[in-house]
Every structure is written in structure tokens, then in C-alpha cells.
């Protein structure tokens, strides 16, 4: 396991943007597959995006198709998630995870990964 550590949460006017990072304590996220997750008050986890450990794959929950993109960033030592045209729905808290052995073929679940940050909050008031 590797301990992840998010930042870049914070409260923004709907239509703004943010931009959320990840990164491995004391490693380089460069082999792992990483993934966001987020989870809004009473509701489940869902998956938001992913980046495969090779080849640099990206996946996407429809919900934010278009408005975010997951990069890998600074030699790959962090990934990154840029939020545009935030919606009032996409007001959660946003958790990293990574996993250094799973092959990203199609969309992931929270199951795939073995290795969760704290979460990171993002607030888009109606």
C-alpha cells in the first residue's frame, strides 16, 4: 500500500474550476494505476475518473464527460484532476486511490484499488 495524500479542494461558484492533485508519500505515483472517487452527503461512492499505470488510459464517469480531465503530471510523480464548469452536483468529497498491480481495462470500481487518501472536500453552493 502507499499512502495518498489529496489537495486542491475547496468552495467555488458554479461554472468556476479546480484543480485537485494526488500524490504518493514518499513514492512516485509513475506505476500505479490512480483513480478519483468522490462521495456527495447520503449517497455512495462513485467513480469519476482513472488513468491506467501503462499507456496512460483515461476513464470517465458520464457525469463528467467534458468537464474533467485526469493527467498525470510532474514526472508522473502526481495525478492530477482538473474541474471545469463545476455543477452544484459535483459538490462531494473527492477521494484519491491507487493501486500498484491493476491493469485499467474498463471502468473500475472502489474494489479495484488498494490504496485510499483522505479525501478532499469540493463545494459548488446552488
Known amino acids: 500500500q502507499v499512502e495518498l495524500v489529496e489537495s486542491g479542494g475547496g468552495m467555488v461558484q458554479a461554472g468556476a474550476s479546480l484543480r485537485l492533485s494526488c500524490a504518493g508519500s514518499g513514492v512516485t505515483l509513475f506505476n500505479y494505476a490512480v483513480a478519483w472517487f468522490r462521495q456527495a452527503p447520503g449517497k455512495e461512492r462513485e467513480f469519476v475518473a482513472a488513468v491506467s499505470r501503462i499507456g496512460g488510459v483515461t476513464f470517465y464517469a458520464d457525469s463528467v464527460k467534458g468537464r474533467f480531465t485526469i493527467s498525470r503530471d510532474n514526472d508522473d510523480e502526481t495525478v492530477s484532476l482538473r474541474m471545469t464548469s463545476l455543477k452544484p452536483e459535483d459538490t462531494a468529497v473527492y477521494y484519491c486511490?491507487?493501486?500498484?498491480?491493476?491493469?485499467?481495462?474498463?471502468?473500475?470500481?472502489?474494489?479495484?484499488?488498494?490504496?485510499w487518501g483522505q479525501g478532499t472536500q469540493v463545494t459548488v453552493p446552488p
Open positions: 486511490a491507487a493501486d500498484r498491480f491493476l491493469r485499467l481495462q474498463s471502468t473500475p470500481t472502489g474494489r479495484d484499488f488498494e490504496s
